[in-house]
Nanobody
Framework: VQLQASGGGLVQAGGSLTLSCAPS????????IGWFRQAPGKEREFVSA????????YYADSVKGRFAISKDNAKNTYYLQMNSLKPEDTAIYYC????????????????WGQGTLVTVSS
């Protein structure tokens, strides 16, 4: 199953953007869908994740209070609502799955798709 992130774009600092993640096949109750990002010259870092079964979520401290992860079971789609964006949020954003709730390690997630570029201008 591949997960494709979409919805990136150019936004001014302080603005908002919503990313979408759509699995190519069915989602299983054991899955946790995570969002990661990779800025130029930096390693990929965890942003947020949500468990399909009960909607429980967790966030990186850097985005807590600004970003919100959610899911639409009927559409089999996951979202990352990003508010109060900062230039340091500029990165390629990826979504991937794991079965380890609470993990923030990219080694525990996969597969990795193309990602979607978010650029925040100052």
């Amino acid at each position: 199953v591949q997960l494709q992130a979409s919805g990136g774009g150019l936004v001014q600092a302080g603005g908002s953007l919503t990313l979408s993640c759509a699995p190519s096949g069915r989602t299983y109750s054991s899955w946790i869908i995570g969002w990661f990002r990779q800025a130029p010259g930096k390693e990929r870092e965890f942003v947020s994740a949500i468990r399909w079964r009960d909607g429980r979520t967790y966030y990186a401290d850097s985005v807590k209070g600004r970003f919100a992860i959610s899911k639409d079971n009927a559409k089999n789609t996951y979202y990352l609502q990003m508010n109060s964006l900062k230039p340091e949020d500029t990165a390629i954003y990826y979504c991937a799955k794991t079965t380890q709730y609470g993990s923030t390690r990219d080694l525990d997630f996969g597969p990795w798709g193309q990602g979607t570029l978010v650029t925040v201008s100052s």
